[in-house]
């Protein structure tokens, strides 16, 4: 999937909050999801009493990524920032975002709309902890 310069990259509506980096400077996004178990996954899951439950800390960029898929910032948008902050380290940009925003997709995390008025969920942090 191509993601078109005007359109939207956004977050879905799922349980995320900030911690501390390794650094200590910025603060990172970690998002949690129920993990998705088959019945044999299910079975043995419960057997073995695992957590239910994944969390998913992100990488500064990553991170950077996830604020800004706000609904606010159009595709392009997030381009130029997440180009203007990380420099180099992000280079190509565009393939980079583009395939954090498919992962974050895939994952059922974030989708892309065309318009910001598509929007009809709540974007805030839930912050548990």
């Known amino acids: 999937?191509?993601?078109?310069?005007?359109?939207?990259?956004?977050?879905?509506?799922?349980?995320?909050?900030?911690?501390?980096s390794p650094k200590g400077k910025i603060k990172n996004v970690v998002i949690e999801f129920d993990k998705d178990f088959n019945m044999l996954e299910k079975l043995i899951s419960g057997f073995f009493k695992s957590p239910k439950i994944l969390r998913r800390p992100l990488d500064d960029m990553n991170s950077r990524l996830w604020i800004m898929m706000n609904g606010e910032n159009n595709f392009e948008n997030i381009l130029k920032e997440m180009e203007l902050i990380f420099k180099e380290r992000?280079?190509?940009?565009?393939?980079?975002?583009?395939?954090?925003?498919?992962?974050?997709?895939?994952?059922?995390?974030?989708?892309?709309?065309?318009?910001?008025?598509?929007?009809?969920?709540n974007l805030d942090s839930v912050d548990f902890h």
């Open 1 to 20: 999937m191509i993601i078109s310069k005007t359109s939207y990259p956004v977050r879905l509506p799922v349980k995320w909050y900030f911690v501390n």
């Open 90 to 121: 992000i280079i190509p940009v565009n393939e980079r975002v583009s395939a954090s925003i498919l992962k974050f997709r895939d994952l059922g995390l974030a989708t892309v709309v065309n318009s910001s008025e598509e929007i009809v969920w």
